[in-house]
């Protein structure tokens, strides 16, 4: 069966919808919320096409796939290119067999795409990337902390995540992520975005990582216009330079018979740039000062870049992966399960590009608010 592959037109979300929630999953949230799809897939700023940076394969007429696409700018080492997160690839149950699948999923694997990256894939497609030649990658690591008198509230938590438990583990777990010290707040914090951000902090970062751009653009699209979430800015002074942190506050709750109830409240950090050592102190500080004000019982960070990863473990940030049940903390908290945190992705690059391996030599700063990981279920 030969397939025809388009860009859906912006009328056309009520079809994409209907096919999402036919062929993926039941109320997704961009059948529920018309405006966080739009968010995601209309961006006239980085989509030159009229419509949604969304490709329909079809059928004689009729929707047998789709495929999202999120447009961004892509930094290597201070030099720009465009670049893609694919997203939502979902294709009917009568073309899954053949090259149908293969031909949607490289509907985005165009000259003007490098790279093209798949944030969060389904373990079972990993071959899928591989016969495409990409490359799939380890699952981006992930950081824990609980607050200072916070560990028994995370240890009920994990009783609650895993009624089979014994407590001596939940607890043990919960004990090994407390925060062992508090690092002083910045004296002069603030809740912006700074204003010498593209001409003085941004070019510095560009120059020694790969990933999206960050630049004052994508943070107000990324975090100040979200449709759903609402983010909060740290940030620290340190002479000319300043740095930054954004994280949002999330209530976590269990689903009952009577409905979803509150358990209690989490942070999510997703972005941390310090202009120096020494600053990432005073932001980290900050930050904690955040939480433990907001009511937090602790937080979390994904991330793959080793010099973060490395300044947020010096400064207690554990990663999960140093406790044997590390894996097993819970990441969706709306409603709270026990499916783990590991998220695995697959990309493809030009070749000269770094990978974005090894946790001393990462040079890939990328988070879990890249693509669309970091939305509401």
């Given at each position: ?185 910045a004296r002069d914090a603030a809740d912006l975005i700074p204003r010498t951000w593209d001409q003085e902090e941004w070019p510095a970062i560009a120059e020694r990582t790969i990933g ?160 669309d990981q970091d939305r509401p279920n």
């Amino acid at each position: 069966m030969s397939l025809q592959f388009r860009f859906a037109q912006i009328d056309e979300y009520p079809a994409v919808s209907a096919f999402v929630n036919e062929f993926w999953a039941q109320n997704h949230v961009y059948c529920r919320n018309r405006e966080l799809f739009e968010w995601t897939f209309r961006r006239p700023d980085e989509w030159e096409h009229e419509g949604f940076s969304l490709v329909i394969a079809e059928d004689q007429g009729r929707p047998a796939g789709i495929l999202g696409g999120i447009p961004f700018r892509f930094n290597r080492f201070g030099q720009t290119s465009r670049g893609v997160w694919i997203v939502n690839y979902v294709i009917r149950p009568d073309h899954r067999k053949g090259t149908s699948a293969l031909q949607l999923l490289s509907q985005f694997r165009r000259p003007e795409f490098d790279p093209v990256i798949a944030f969060g894939i389904n373990p079972a497609t990993k071959a899928i990337y591989q016969v495409l030649r990409g490359t799939v990658l380890d699952e981006i690591p992930r950081h824990f902390l609980v607050l200072p008198d916070a560990s028994r509230r995370m240890a009920d938590l994990l009783r609650l995540t895993y009624p089979d438990w014994q407590e001596g583990r939940a607890r043990d777990l919960a004990e090994s992520l407390v925060l062992r010290r508090r690092p002083a707040p910045a004296r002069d914090a603030a809740d912006l975005i700074p204003r010498t951000w593209d001409q003085e902090e941004w070019p510095a970062i560009a120059e020694r990582t790969i990933g999206a751009a960050r630049d004052t653009a994508y943070f107000t699209w990324r975090y100040r216009k979200h449709p759903v979430f609402e983010y909060r800015f740290v940030t620290a002074p340190e002479g000319a330079r300043s740095g930054l942190a954004v994280w949002r506050l999330e209530t976590i709750r269990r689903q009952t018979p009577e409905g979803r109830r509150d358990v209690d409240r989490i942070g999510r950090m997703v972005e941390f740039l310090p202009a120096s050592p020494a600053n990432a102190e005073a932001l980290f500080g900050t930050f904690v000062k955040d939480l433990e004000e907001s009511g937090a019982m602790g937080a979390d960070f994904y991330g793959y870049h080793s010099q973060t990863r490395c300044q947020l473990q010096e400064l207690g940030f554990s990663p999960t992966s140093q406790h044997p049940d590390g894996p097993a903390l819970p990441s969706r908290f709306q409603p709270l399960d026990g499916k783990g945190g590991g998220i695995l992705s697959a990309m493809f690059l030009r070749a000269d590009s770094p990978p974005c391996a090894g946790p001393a030599e990462c040079a890939w700063y990328w988070t879990k608010s890249d693509s669309d990981q970091d939305r509401p279920n």
